[in-house]
Each structure stands twice: as structure tokens, then as C-alpha cells.
């Protein structure tokens, strides 16, 4: 079976994903680079194909165009404005919106029909308007939402009580964004609440810095692209894999009409149901203020004009 995925957009985000696939045990076994920059696709593929001899799994890499997305499984994109140093995300929106538009108006001519992944900026608005342009069913247009917030999230924790990142489970949920926020109510370390190895200000303060870290990171070195390129690579083995594995992606709410990052069911249909958290009236508070930051935001996009 060919399990084909192609990128759009082949700068720091989605070549860090395309290395990461590379690199990791995947079910991709073609991938195809599209960017406005021929020439550097074709360089990139050939840089990658030539590590083929120790990656785990084979990944024949290739530059492309649209038309290669017709019979992809996944289609990524990653093509948009960076976030600069002093901006937020949702400072990318007009830059984003018409690149997008065009983008999905090339991919449909294609006749593609497979799953949407999105990892631009801001990425809940984003995803919204992929499915808008699309006129696909919301399951099969998945943003990577918080998916990277909450692996910043288990991060923090596992080095603060020293246990495995894996054995935290605790999520970030939201706007990938400034308005994010950790449910603490719903939040263990293996089977014990949190609560029994860090206080309030403790929390508090892996809430700031995983909210934070983008902003730092790209003060830093520019941008930030191998964390994101990893949770690209998970979410896309979920799909191929039909794991029904829960991710904090970018999924629909359609009470709200919103995409947002929520724990999210990810199998072969793409996203195939939401999970419901119960909040306590705290954090319910905060993913409102979430939603409407978005639907503000969507509401300034081309797609409601």
C-alpha cells in the first residue's frame, strides 16, 4: 500500500518534519516537497534520500508540484509568513489568509481526498479555513493545535519530580496561543494527581513557561521547527497507523464553530471524536475566553467577507 504524504511549504517547519519522518519508524513511505522553490525541493529531496542507508524505515523522497497531492493519504501544510521576533500568532493571520486561499485551490484541482494536516500560524484560524476553502468534512481537516504545548507541558513537569515525560498526562488545551491554558483538575502523573508533587506556584509557573516558550525559542534562534516537526510526524503515524490514539490537535467544535486544541481521537478518518474534559468553572472560563479569541480572529479573516 502506498502511503503517500506530501508538504507544502518546504521551510524550517516542514523540512524539520520531513527529517523527522526520516528518522523515526513511519508508515510514510513516499513523500513529495512542494514549495514555490523548485529547485531548493529538489536539493532537499536528494540531501534526504541520500540518508536512506541509516534511516529506519524507507522514505523515497522527491520534489513535486499540486498535482502530486491527487493521490496523496496526507497533505501537510506548512507554507506561510514566520512568526518574527515581538510578534504573536495571531499577527500572522492576514499574512496567512490569502496564501491559503490559493493553496487549497491548487490542492483541489488535484482531485486530492485524503486528510489535511495544518501547522501554520496561527493554527486553529488556519485549520478553519482550510476546511471552509475545502468543503471537506471537519474529521478529515486536523490542525496541529496544542500538540507541541502539551508535550512542552510534560516536559516541564518530568524535569521538575524526575519521572518519564511519557508517564505525565496532562494536556494543554485552547488557542495555540496566548489564551491556552492546563485543566490541573484533570492532570496526573501516572495515577496520581499533580497536586501531590507540585503546589499552585508551581503550576503556575509551567503554565507561563509553556505558554512562553515559542516567544523564547524565537528570540533565540529564529523560529522554531524540530518540536513541531516531531508532533507532525506523531499525528501522521496516528492517522496511517489507525492507532485511535488521543492528541491535542486542532479538532472541530461545532457547538462553537470553532477548531480547537482539544484530546482528540486520531485514526484513519482522521479526527475521529473530541474528548470531553470536565473543567471546573475556572478553567471553563478560560477555554470560553479561548473561543471567543478565536472566533474574533476568524471573524477577521477573508473567509466571513
Not at 523548485?38 to 541520500?50: C, I, Q, R
Not at 516537526?229 to 496511517?240: D, E, F, K, Q, Y
Not at 486520531?266 to 468553572?281: H, T
Request: proline share 2%.
Amino acid at each position: 500500500m502506498k502511503n503517500k504524504v506530501a508538504i507544502i511549504g518546504c521551510g524550517n517547519v516542514g523540512m524539520s518534519y520531513a527529517y523527522a519522518l526520516l528518522n523515526q519508524r513511519t508508515y510514510v513511505n513516499e513523500l513529495v516537497l512542494i514549495d514555490l522553490n523548485y529547485e531548493k525541493t529538489v536539493g532537499e529531496a536528494m540531501d534526504l534520500n541520500h540518508g536512506l542507508a541509516f534511516a529506519p524505515s524507507n522514505v523515497i523522497t522527491k520534489a513535486g508540484t499540486y498535482a502530486d497531492c491527487r493521490d496523496a493519504k496526507i497533505v501537510v501544510i506548512a507554507a506561510g509568513a514566520n512568526q518574527e521576533p515581538g510578534e504573536t500568532r495571531m499577527d500572522l493571520i492576514h499574512k496567512n489568509d490569502k496564501i491559503f486561499a490559493s493553496i487549497i485551490k491548487e490542492v483541489g484541482k488535484s482531485g486530492f481526498d485524503g486528510i489535511y494536516i495544518i501547522a501554520t500560524n496561527p493554527v486553529d484560524v488556519m485549520t478553519y479555513i482550510t476546511w471552509k476553502h475545502s468543503g471537506f468534512n471537519t474529521n478529515k481537516v486536523i490542525g496541529s493545535g496544542t500538540t507541541l504545548d502539551t508535550a512542552r507541558l510534560r516536559y516541564e513537569v518530568a524535569e521538575r519530580i524526575h519521572v518519564h515525560p511519557k508517564n505525565v498526562h496532562a494536556y494543554v488545551i485552547g488557542e495555540h496561543g496566548d489564551s491556552e491554558f492546563v485543566p490541573w483538575s484533570n492532570a496526573n502523573v501516572g495515577i496520581q494527581n499533580i497536586k501531590d508533587f507540585l503546589n499552585d506556584e508551581e503550576l503556575e509557573e509551567i503554565c507561563y513557561n509553556v505558554k512562553n516558550a515559542a516567544y523564547q525559542i524565537i528570540d533565540k534562534k529564529g523560529n522554531t521547527s524540530y518540536g513541531i516537526g516531531m508532533s507532525l510526524v506523531r499525528i501522521t503515524n496516528a492517522i496511517l497507523g489507525d492507532e485511535n490514539l488521543i492528541l491535542t490537535v486542532s479538532s472541530y467544535d461545532e457547538e462553537n464553530d470553532v477548531f480547537i486544541g482539544c484530546p482528540t481521537i486520531i485514526n484513519k478518518n482522521g479526527a475521529d471524536k473530541r474528548i470531553v474534559i470536565k473543567l471546573n468553572d475556572s478553567e471553563q472560563e478560560k477555554l470560553e475566553n479561548s473561543i471567543r479569541v478565536l472566533k474574533d480572529a476568524i471573524n477577521k479573516t477573508s473567509i466571513n467577507k
